[in-house]
């Protein structure tokens, strides 16, 4: 969903459904929570522009982006429409990096593939805290929000399926 020039949080507000009606899971990392408040600030912030209100809005901490398919699968079981999982990996100098984000990627996945509930992929896979901090608020926008307009549109989908 991101535009030519790279900016997350820019969109055709117009486009997306009024999220009144919709009730949303969102499960957040504690790991790197700098990058984590930021996205799920903007997730919360694009949810509530569309008209989420704050009840419709289940928030859960979990210790890491790992634990993020865990949490999803349990939000899954809270009567949403869409979960969001937010998390933030930054490459380090060991294997853990590629470890952590395949399994997060294909637990996501897999959730999306085997439940009704559909999962928005949320979690930044950055070389560098810089790329994070750009991508979490920063120059590029928010990928929170682009995981807002996702979940709103597929609760949606989900509702007229």
Known sequence: MATANNNLSEYDKASIPNAKDFRFGIVVSEWNSEI?????????????EHGAEDDNIVVWDVPGSYELIYGAKK?????????????????????????????????????????????????????????????SGGKH????????VAAIKMAQLEKLA
């Open 36 to 48: 984590t408040e930021g996205l799920l600030k903007g997730a919360l912030e694009t949810l509530k």
């Open 141 to 148: 926008g928010n990928k929170g929000t682009e995981a807002a």
């Open 75 to 135: 939000m899954q079981e809270q009567m949403v429409n869409a979960v969001i999982a937010i998390g933030s990996v930054i490459q380090g100098e060991t294997k853990h990096f590629d470890f952590v984000c395949e399994a997060v990627a294909h637990g996501i996945k897999d959730l999306n593939v085997n439940r009704d509930t559909p999962v928005i992929f949320c979690v930044l896979t950055d070389n560098n805290l810089q790329q994070a901090i750009d991508r």
